[in-house]
């Protein structure tokens, strides 16, 4: 069960994380940012991009193939 909760935290984390890229790349192409926000605004993309890029690395990169394997062996 404990392991069920572990996968459902991790989904919903790639999940926000997915959506929140989205997001703040629609603002700063449809909305005018304050000049005051569009560096923070920037950087923040920059950091949600390379968690994006770290959640797909982890679902469909060589992370994933490692943890099928570790879910084999446990059988």
């Known amino acids: 069960m404990k392991e069920l909760w572990k996968q459902i935290f991790q989904y919903a984390l790639a999940a926000l994380i997915a959506v929140g890229l989205y997001w ?23 950091v949600m991009a390379g968690a994006f890029a770290n959640v797909v690395g982890y679902f469909f990169g060589s ?3 490692s943890s099928d394997k570790n879910e084999i062996l446990k059988k």
């Open 24 to 46: 703040v790349t629609y603002l700063l192409i449809m909305k005018a940012a304050p000049e005051g926000n569009k560096d923070a605004l920037l950087i923040v993309l920059g």
């Open 63 to 65: 992370s994933k193939g």
